[in-house]
């Protein structure tokens, strides 16, 4: 089932997390209202440019909402499909590290052995202050 | 199979508004409402004037000690002082979220180093840096770290915990995400006992709890550097990755003292145990506070979170400050709001770093590549297992080292001192040490030595404001010291001599500051007898006063008689010769 959710998400190329079921659909009229949307872009910095971006996401939560078509009543819930693995415990040595040079090629702008990032945190437009395409 | 919902994150008692970092970045948000109204709290204490334990004057209040130290941090006095009559006085409700960095080798997920300096980025694995494809290994000492800080708190340990990971974006968080226990953390329902000095002199302990709620791993963030000048933010990520203890507190404190001193009891459990170094200057422990105030028996109110605590000092301070702050504000018609401030040391106040982007939703999902930690004990344990591949809780509450409220415990019993003389020997880095070696090597009494050690030793260092570590009189040199003094062969106003002396740092021993200064007490009994018949013959009014009963007259014969001796003689001695020459 794991797998199927995987390809789901694969699928709508926002990079929606999949597991997002119930906060959108409380009444099972599957529509998304523009706060939702404006909280989503924040929470996971995609943007979601158009109509069709929004009809998508809602097709996909309405999919995944089919899994509440299976009764679990008395199911004891999966922690993760791992949870019979046994969590391997690593001795406290230390192995790895010194690697700075190659880490910083990653980097697009360097400043003595840092990585450069924006300043702080850029402010994200209001709704209001957007191209207001949901209100049309 | 169905998905847990997280979408109840009002189980979650606050969220971190920011990267936990040193420098006081932007934040992401205000944190969550939810406070949780507790029924009963067991350290409540009402807030008068700011102080909740009488300190001798009763206008010392908070707000005075903070307008001593800075001169734009001002707070109006006025409502603090003398509640009107009817008017309801104020409660102050304080938890507090403890980060401590676990001692170990290498990081929790990672094999990579956990140093306090290095160069930049020289301490990071791939994994540290979230290249794609990496993978996190748990760091078995990290675990062991958590179960014993867990037991020395009295936690009950989950034998099976989970990892989640909490999301948000911060250029100090490579993977845009942290891994931490959020539905079910290692520990949980546990309990700090603290001391706190009261009573007219400070002398007395009243011991004070504050319950657990939990103890999670989970790792650390990088280090921002905000270059707002060329308005970027250079990145470290040598500590991205550390394993960090978050302790989290429950509102059961009232006051900037209480918190003050439970951290610090914390501080020296931690260090006890050897599950960190917990030392604040270096950010290996680091505190945020979450306060609110309100009218006993009336609701909680909104509390505020107060960030970039860096030592026990300003933690108390800034405490207070905000308690203050947040009365003010409500006797003034304002209102409090949920938000994160953050403590400047210079002005002694706190300012808030309110973001205009709203209440942060973590996403907490299961951490999809560990499965559960799962624990053993004696019973549980699994035949044949490979016992690095499994934690035995029982084995390592056995090997617990003694915690700091045992030494206590020991230092009264073995020593007869009071237990606040055992707090203050524990609360002083380095000086518990330094006591332990003047015993060894000395003669005299447990009792002196605590004396000496607490008082003038103490009292020389607080003064000058030397660590233990900067005393210029060691250990030996103080024994050596009440050792003479232990033989009667100085005076004890002779010995204080002595450690004045000493104190100089002029690499002199006790003993050739004696002779050098000719301090040795007078040996000869007769002589002294002499002494006291010539100074008694040639004061006959002072001696009359004696025979009437006058107390003072006394101490007036043995000031003459020691004055004759240059100080020489024991008082004790000459009273007991007086004493007897006028047959009292």
Not at chain 1, 70 to 92: A, H
Not at chain 2, 214 to 240: F, M, P, V, W, Y
Not at chain 2, 262 to 269: C, D, F, G, H, T
Request: net charge neutral.
């Amino acid at each position: 089932m794991w797998s199927r959710l995987v390809w789901l998400g694969l699928r709508a190329p926002l990079g929606v997390r999949q597991g997002f079921t119930s906060k959108a659909d409380p009444q099972g009229s599957g529509r998304i209202t523009a706060e939702v949307i404006e909280h989503l872009e924040r929470l996971a910095l995609v943007d979601f440019g158009s109509r069709e971006a929004v009809a998508r996401l809602e097709k996909a939560i309405a999919f995944a909402d089919r899994l509440r078509a299976v009764d679990t009543d008395g199911v004891e819930p999966m922690e993760s499909v791992l949870e019979d693995r046994r969590l391997y415990l690593r001795s406290d040595n230390v192995v790895e590290g010194n690697c700075a040079d190659e880490l910083l090629q990653n980097s697009h702008r360097v400043v003595e052995e840092y990585f450069v990032a924006p300043p702080g945190n850029i402010s994200l437009p209001k709704l209001d202050e957007k191209e207001p395409f949901l209100h049309s | 199979m169905h998905f847990r919902n997280y979408a109840s994150q009002g189980a979650s008692r606050h969220s971190e508004a920011e990267s936990p970092d040193q420098d006081s970045g932007v934040t992401m948000a205000a944190p969550m409402l939810r406070w949780g109204c507790r029924g009963r709290r067991w350290a409540f204490a009402r807030v008068d004037g700011g102080s909740c334990h009488r300190r001798g004057a009763p206008t010392g209040s908070t707000s005075n000690r903070i307008r001593g130290q800075s001169s734009v941090a001002q707070q109006p006095l006025h409502t603090a002082q003398k509640p009107r009559k009817g008017e309801h006085k104020w409660a102050a409700v304080v938890g507090l979220e403890i980060h401590a960095q676990i001692s170990s080798n290498s990081k929790l997920f990672s094999g990579s180093q956990v140093r306090f300096s290095a160069p930049p980025n020289s301490l990071v694995s791939f994994f540290d840096a979230s290249l794609p494809g990496t993978l996190p290994v748990l760091n078995r000492r990290c675990v062991e770290a958590a179960v014993m800080t867990g037991l020395a708190l009295n936690c009950h340990i989950n034998k099976k915990s989970l990892f989640d990971r909490k999301h948000y974006f911060y250029a100090d968080l490579p993977a845009g995400y942290q891994i931490t226990q959020q539905r079910l953390p290692i520990a949980v329902n546990g309990s700090l006992i603290y001391g706190v000095c009261a009573g007219k002199k400070q002398s007395q302990v009243i011991p004070k709890m504050v319950r657990i709620k939990q103890i999670q791993l989970e790792q650390d963030s990088g280090k921002s550097l905000h270059d707002d000048l060329r308005s970027q933010t250079l990145i470290d990520l040598n500590r991205a990755g550390v394993g960090l203890l978050e302790v989290v507190l429950e509102p059961d404190m009232s006051c900037g003292e209480e918190a003050a001193t439970a951290v610090r009891e914390l501080q020296l459990i931690l260090q006890a145990l050897g599950t960190s170094q917990a030392n604040m200057a270096e950010g290996q422990l680091r505190v945020d506070a979450n306060i609110s105030v309100h009218h006993p028996g009336e609701p909680l109110g909104v509390r505020t979170e107060v960030k970039n605590l860096n030592s026990i000092r300003f933690l108390a301070k800034a405490i207070d400050y905000e308690i203050q702050r947040q009365i003010n504000e409500l006797e003034n018609g304002g209102e409090i709001l949920n938000e994160t401030r953050s403590f400047h040391q210079k002005l002694g106040c706190t300012m808030s770093m309110r973001d205009k982007e709203g209440k942060q939703d973590y996403r907490f999902m299961p951490e999809p590549n560990l499965p559960p930690l799962v624990l053993y004990d004696a019973t549980s344990l699994p035949a044949g297992a490979d016992p690095q591949q499994v934690i035995n809780i029982d084995q390592i509450r056995e090997t617990l080292p003694e915690l700091p409220s045992v030494t206590r415990e020991k230092l009264v019993q073995q020593y007869g001192m009071l237990l606040e003389h055992s707090f203050t020997l524990l609360n002083e880095v380095g000086l518990l040490e330094f006591f332990q070696n003047v015993i060894k090597e000395t003669r005299a009494e447990p009792k002196k030595v605590t004396s000496w050690v607490l008082n003038t030793f103490l009292g020389y260092l607080k003064q000058q404001n030397l660590a233990v570590s900067e005393s210029p009189v060691t250990p030996s040199a103080l024994a050596e010291l009440l050792d003479l003094l232990d033989s009667r062969t100085i005076s004890s106003s002779a010995a204080k001599q002595v450690f004045k002396e000493l104190w100089k740092r002029e690499g002199k021993t006790p003993g050739q500051i004696v002779s050098e200064k000719q301090l040795e007490l007078m040996q000869d009994q007769g002589a002294l007898e002499q002494l006291c018949h010539s100074v008694m013959e040639a004061h006959p009014q002072v001696v009359m006063d004696v025979k009437k009963g006058n107390p003072r007259a006394v101490n007036k014969l043995i000031g003459l008689v020691r004055k004759a001796t240059q100080s020489r003689a024991d008082p004790v001695m000459i009273k007991e010769i007086l004493e007897k020459k006028m047959s009292l």
